[in-house]
């Protein structure tokens, strides 16, 4: 089945350890998000890629970067983890916007990291 | 711009008993709707979704979602709740693809409890 798929499912990292969270997909989808969530929250919107082309929030930290190397792939890179950025987060794609799908968008089930 | 307003961050019903979430919007286009469910420690999954054809919208697991734009709402729906049904759920718009948006603008999500 078509999906996106995250990786790990939990990850535990220390205050100030760089951790990279990963992502991909078989939808074939031109465009990635990545979003924080954290408790009893709506997904908050990091960046998004629409092919290469990155696209960051205004208020994203500079502590969050993004690599996407293909199609498939995109990597969350934390640089220096803190308390706060303990969060679920989650990753979608969604078609070319060209094809008129509506921004519909399909998630991956989060990556739940804690931050000791 | 736009935006969501989901009225009441937690919803209690009894099994059996009508399910109604609400959700209402705001935005300077027409609108592209959608509602989400979560479960917990997943990512979001879509439920049902209304791109400017049929006002009433059916989606998985028996919910459905009526488009009214006289009321800027789009209340979410089931008439018998099953206890699987409790979850977040997440209302959220977009704009149609002529304008060129890749993001969904998420609502403050609405937690469901059902009881025996």
């Known amino acids: 089945d078509a999906m996106v798929i995250q990786n790990p499912r939990y990850q535990v990292t220390q205050f100030g350890k760089p951790v990279t969270l990963s992502c991909s997909q078989t939808?074939?989808?031109?465009?990635m998000y990545w979003y924080q969530q954290k408790s009893s929250q709506a997904p908050k919107l990091l960046f998004h890629?629409?092919?290469?082309?990155?696209?960051n929030e205004a208020d994203t930290p500079d502590n969050f970067q993004s690599r996407r190397p293909n199609t498939s792939f995109c990597f969350l890179d934390i640089r220096s983890p803190g308390l706060g950025d303990a969060a679920m987060y989650l990753c979608?794609?969604?078609?070319?916007?060209?094809?008129?799908?509506?921004?519909?968008?399909?998630f991956g089930p989060g990556t739940r990291l804690t931050v000791l | 711009a736009q935006s969501v307003t989901q009225l009441g961050s937690h919803v209690s019903v009894s099994e059996g008993a009508l399910v109604l979430l609400r959700c209402n919007y705001s935005?300077?286009?027409?609108?592209?709707l959608f509602w989400y469910v979560q479960y917990p420690n997943q990512g979001l999954q879509l439920l049902l979704k209304?791109?400017?054809?049929?006002?009433l919208v059916k989606g998985i697991n028996g919910f459905e979602a009526e488009f009214k734009k006289s009321e800027t709402s789009f209340h979410l729906t089931k008439p018998s709740a099953h206890m699987s049904d409790a979850a977040e759920y997440f209302c959220?718009?977009?704009?149609?693809?002529?304008?060129?948006?890749?993001?969904?603008?998420f609502g403050t999500g609405t937690r469901l409890q059902v009881f025996p």
């Open positions: 979608a794609t969604s078609r070319d916007r060209e094809r008129a799908h509506h921004n519909e968008q399909f």
């Open positions: 939808l074939n989808h031109n465009v």
């Open positions: 890629y629409y092919d290469k082309d990155f696209n």
């Open positions: 935005s300077s286009v027409p609108p592209y």
């Open positions: 209304y791109t400017s054809a049929a006002t």
């Open positions: 959220a718009v977009t704009t149609p693809p002529a304008y060129n948006t890749d993001k969904l603008i």
